[in-house]
Each structure stands twice: as C-alpha cells, then as structure tokens.
C-alpha cells in the first residue's frame, strides 16, 4: 500500500507542475504594453485613468504606467531597458530628451513597439507620436496673454525640461503667436522637474526682474508654484499668469481670476487611444498609422467661464 501511496502523490505533483506550467505560459503568453511617463507629477493621473479605462477594455494584455525615478534621460532609458528585458511588447514614452536619447530610443524601437507622447522623438524609429501639437498650444498660450495684456508686457516663462521638444514648441508656438505685438516673453527659466526648484525660480525672477508683468507655466506644475511665490509675495493679482493643464491649484486659481487662463491637454486620451493603438499595431493592424505618423489630441483654453464645467468633466473621466 506505501508504494501505492508513494505513486499517486508523485502523480499528483507532477499534475500540479503541469497545470502551472500551463498557467505559467498562458501568462507569459498575455503581451504587456507600457506607457512611460518622463517625470513624477500629478499632471499623469489621469493618464493613469486612460490607461485603466483601456484595460478594463482589453484584459487580454497587461498595461502598466511607469515613472522613472527622476527626470534624467539615463534613468528614463533604463526603466525602459528593464521594460524590454521583461518581454514588455509595447512601450509608449514622453521623451525626457529626444534630442540627446536618439540612439536609445532608437534602441528601445529595434525591440519592441515604439510609440511617443506628449514630448515626441521624430527623428528616431518611432511607430507614431500621439498627443498634442505644441507650437498651436504655444500659440493658445499667446492669445490668453494677448486678451489680459491688450496693452503689452514682459513675460518670463518656467519650464521643466528645456531640451524637450514639448517645451521648445509650446515656447517657439507662444513667440509666433506674440509676434507684432507689444508683449514679450524674454526668458524662460528650466527646472529639471525639481518642484522646490520650480518655486524658486519664480521667487528668483520676481527679485532679478522687478518690471515682470507676465508669467507663464509651460509644464502642468509650473503654474501652481508660480501662484504659491505670488501669494507669499503679495502679488497674486498683479502680475498675469497663464497657465498650462489642469493642476486643481491652476484651476482654482483661474476660478477666482488670479490666472487668466490655461492650455489643457488630454492625458487621458494620449494613454487611453495610444493603448488601444499599440495593441491594434501589435496585431498587425496598421490602419491608426496615419501617414505622417501624428495623431493630435487638440488642446483647449479653458477661462473663468468654463473651468466648473471642465472639473466636472475631469471628475467623470476619473470616474469619481
């Protein structure tokens, strides 16, 4: 009877290994696709919304969001290097630094599906870029300035990422769309996605340019510290602010009248549609692919008289 005994719990552990063989490889077999944010900032929730909105949509992959641990090109290249290792089969990234991450890029799109955000790489292998077009937000940002300073003024910029592409149109767009008249924007100050920093370079500019009568946040977090060192200074009010995204901070400050006005974006259709995308792509389904490779997501002002409705509509997405 011990024999016996002995072969039925061989059988049944051999059964058991079997099964999660079979489970194990029916896992390995369910495609993960990433979306690779390029620093940490709220102005990703609702990407993260996008993100698990497709999801819910499509259980037969993993998506995941990803923040590198700062806002470096090495670091972001990295995060996307352990990515591929781990068989992720598309990866959808914000570049840090596209001017200076080709060949990693590049890379990155030799192994896996590529596909960009918010700050595009055109000149590496990318699949498509889908998100906004910079140089029109740029320009929406120039017609807020132009409808609060009808009578000109001098503007300083804040920005995180100076060598980003995102950063370079939405000021290359703000300059076009200022031209001919009596406003100017004379500086644009970087921070590297340091929030503290951020702050103090607004603080800086406010000693350094006393004759400033304009500020304008280009990333989502840019315009809450702007309106933090006005406050602390007594000056919220005095100096136009123009805003970027949707930061509760920017909205309520254009709610009560402090900023004029703010350039949002849609985060949570970049991740939503880019998701749905690259699994269609993955699957050899090329018509999204437009022919020039863009896929703009418009971007829209949103003034006083519109941002209750925009909160709600966020709230929604959110599903709060």
Request: with cysteine; net charge negative.
């Amino acid at each position: 009877m011990k024999p016996m005994k002995t072969n039925a719990a061989l059988f049944i552990a051999g059964l058991m290994l079997s099964v999660a063989s079979v489970t194990s490889s029916h896992a390995a077999d369910k495609p993960t696709l990433a979306f690779v944010v390029n620093g940490a900032s709220d102005f990703w929730k609702a990407a993260e919304a996008g993100v698990k909105k497709a999801q819910a949509e499509m259980p037969d992959y993993t998506m995941e969001l990803k923040y590198p641990e700062q806002a470096s090109v090495a670091v972001q290249q990295r995060l996307m290097d352990d990515l591929v290792s781990a068989g992720v089969k598309g990866i959808m990234v914000s570049a840090v630094d596209p001017k200076t991450s080709t060949d990693g890029l590049n890379k990155i799109g030799s192994q896996t599906a590529l596909f960009t955000t918010d700050s595009d790489a055109p000149q590496t292998n990318r699949v498509a870029y889908i998100g906004s077009s910079n140089i029109d937000a740029g320009k929406q940002a120039a017609e807020i300035a132009k409808k609060a300073m009808p009578d000109g003024g001098k503007c300083i910029g804040f920005v995180g990422l100076l060598g980003a592409d995102n950063a370079k149109e939405r000021i290359q767009g703000m300059k076009d769309g200022l031209k001919g008249t009596k406003i100017e924007l004379t500086d644009v100050r970087g921070d590297d996605i340091d929030q503290t920093r951020a702050k103090k370079n607004v603080e800086d500019a406010l000693v350094a340019s006393p004759d400033v009568t304009c500020m304008v946040g280009f990333y989502s977090y840019n315009t809450p510290r702007i309106y933090e060192a006005l406050r602390d200074a007594g000056k919220l009010g005095q100096i136009t602010v123009v805003g970027f995204d949707d930061d509760p901070i920017t909205l309520g400050g254009v709610k009560e009248g402090t900023v004029a006005a703010t350039v949002v974006q849609q985060p949570f259709e970049w991740a939503y549609q880019g998701m749905k995308l690259m699994a269609s792509y993955l699957k050899g389904d090329m018509s999204g692919i437009p022919e020039n490779k863009l896929i703009i997501i418009p971007t829209v002002i949103v003034g006083k008289d519109d941002v209750d409705a925009y909160a709600a509509n966020l709230k929604a997405m959110a599903g709060k």
